[in-house]
């Protein structure tokens, strides 16, 4: 069979570096991802991913393809792609290392030849190429075992994908590949599929760092260059993250999905979609309610900020919606909080700010008056932001009447000094800014402690007089006591 197959292939080469395919043949290829908009009338029917060559399997030695003549690279290309669908269990290191080494080789010539892009490759080439990178790239998933409880994630250990070799090359093969000026993308979008997508999206739940950083290149060029995938991704992600903030929380890709909506929303048009929008109220925004929020805080309020300096009318809403999922008792949390308002403050104007600021400071004292003090001393350092400080100070008579208690309590109780003295120099900033309000504030915060003092001792003297009461009313050996 493989001389019938040289025999064909002795044909004068044309002046084109597309190189035509010979008549298919039925040993053209053992592995394919069913594509149904490829099928075609005299085609062979596909065949499934399940009968991808295992190891042990016949692994030769080619040559290089820069080394054959023009009229044979379509048959060696084909069967390097045979080679490299070969899977090896990487579990044993002292296995099938020749072989494997082999494999390795070929990835990397093929990811030579697509990046140089010396020779064009013909549909069939495409085909089996895509076949050959599911098979290495579609695959299960270790179960979760780091990062799925809120704790920090650099403090676990980075899990390494055992097979890396082997999958870094094959996805530096598909990045060449979607991104290369050669690539047609009428005739790619064939293999890049909705169900190719799907898959792809499936990989970023990967424990392995760095396949997640791949994987994040390739699906932002995908979204580049394939516009008609556009809505299809970005409803595919929202699903993503609804599964994960309503059912399981345990997803290791959410940060860098993140950062391909980050850049995505950067590119929105104005006036903004109202679908744009929704996906900023039902999934960017209910991303704040996982514990494990640490992981990805940064990605995700940039994002939320990209909505706001977008559209400012949006900043009421975002900051709503922050204030809905405001931690209880995590303080750490607490502090990512304090400082992505602190950063949507920044770009809020007067008008928006004065619609969401009393429940704002609402929370702001309470945060204000925390034990911790990592959580007061960062909502202290809002004062030191020349933007917020003109925003308080255009409202101050609204908002130092909701937070003088918390400055007050904090100057003559907190355990922390630094809070003592942040608390105190917001103090003499209001008095600068209004002596008089601050005046009539101070006054009717005595006037309440006053009240309070007088409250408390009016409890004692009833706790005092039920005492005395039970005291005159028990007899000896009644342990009842009537009131």
């Known amino acids: 069979m493989l001389n019938k197959i040289m025999k064909r292939g002795h044909r004068k080469p044309s002046k084109s570096e597309s190189i035509e395919p ?6 053209a290829s053992s592995v394919t991802v069913n594509h149904a908009s490829r099928l075609a009338s005299g085609t062979p029917p596909p065949v499934t991913l399940a009968t991808a060559p295992q190891y042990p399997a016949t692994v030769e030695v080619l040559p290089m393809l820069r080394d054959v003549p023009m009229s044979d690279r379509h048959n060696l290309f084909i069967r390097k792609l045979q080679i490299c669908c070969i899977l090896f269990n990487f579990s044993d290191t002292m296995r099938s290392i020749r072989e494997r080494e082999i494999k390795r080789q070929t990835l990397a010539e093929l990811v030579e030849l697509v990046q140089s892009g010396s020779c064009k490759m013909n549909e069939i080439m495409q ?3 895509m076949k050959m990178i599911s ?7 270790p179960p979760h075992e780091s990062g799925v409880d809120g704790g920090d994630p650099e403090d676990d250990e980075m899990f390494i994908e055992p097979s890396w070799p082997h999958l870094q090359l094959v996805y530096e093969l598909l990045l060449k590949y979607v991104v290369s000026l050669d690539t047609d993308t009428k005739i790619a979008k064939r293999y890049l599929d909705h169900s190719f997508v799907l898959k792809l999206l499936d990989l ?6 760095r396949e997640r950083e791949y994987l994040k290149t390739i699906l932002h060029r995908i979204y580049g260059r394939f516009m008609v995938h556009r809505p299809f991704i970005r409803n595919a992600i929202n699903n993503i993250f609804y599964r994960f903030i309503f059912e399981t ?3 290791n890709g959410i940060g860098e999905l993140l950062e391909i909506l980050g850049s995505i929303i950067n590119g929105f048009a104005l006036p903004m979609k109202e679908e744009h929008k929704l996906f900023l109220v ?3 925004i209910p991303l704040h309610k996982p514990k494990c929020i640490s992981s990805y805080h940064q990605q995700l309020s940039y994002c939320i900020i990209q ?5 400012y009318r949006l900043a009421d809403t975002v900051i709503r919606g922050v204030l809905k999922y405001w931690p209880v008792t995590n303080c750490g949390k607490e502090v990512l909080f304090l400082g992505e308002l602190e950063e949507i403050l920044e770009v809020t104007q007067s008008a928006e700010f004065q619609r969401c600021m009393v429940p704002l400071f609402r929370q702001i004292k309470r945060s204000l008056n925390n034990s911790h003090f990592q959580v007061a001393e960062r909502a202290l350092f809002w004062w030191n932001n020349e933007h917020i400080v003109g925003l308080i100070a255009e409202n101050r008579h609204v908002i130092l009447p909701i937070i003088f208690d918390a400055l007050e309590k904090n100057i003559r109780g907190h355990w922390n000094q630094a809070i003592i003295g942040l608390s105190s120099n917001v103090r003499k900033m209001f008095i600068e800014m209004d002596s008089e309000l601050f005046e009539e504030c101070q006054r009717q915060y005595e006037e309440k402690e006053a009240r309070t003092g007088e409250m408390e001792e009016q409890r004692q003297l009833t706790w005092k007089k039920l005492e005395e009461v039970a005291a005159q009313t028990t007899t000896p050996g009644d342990n009842m006591v009537i009131v």
């Open 22 to 27: 010979p008549i298919p043949t039925t040993s």
């Open 127 to 129: 085909e089996e190429l």
């Open 135 to 141: 098979v290495n790239i579609f695959r299960c998933l």
């Open 204 to 209: 970023f739940d990967s424990e392995d760092m």
């Open 249 to 251: 929380e345990k997803y």
């Open 282 to 284: 039902r999934a960017l």
């Open 307 to 311: 909505f706001v300096e977008k559209d």
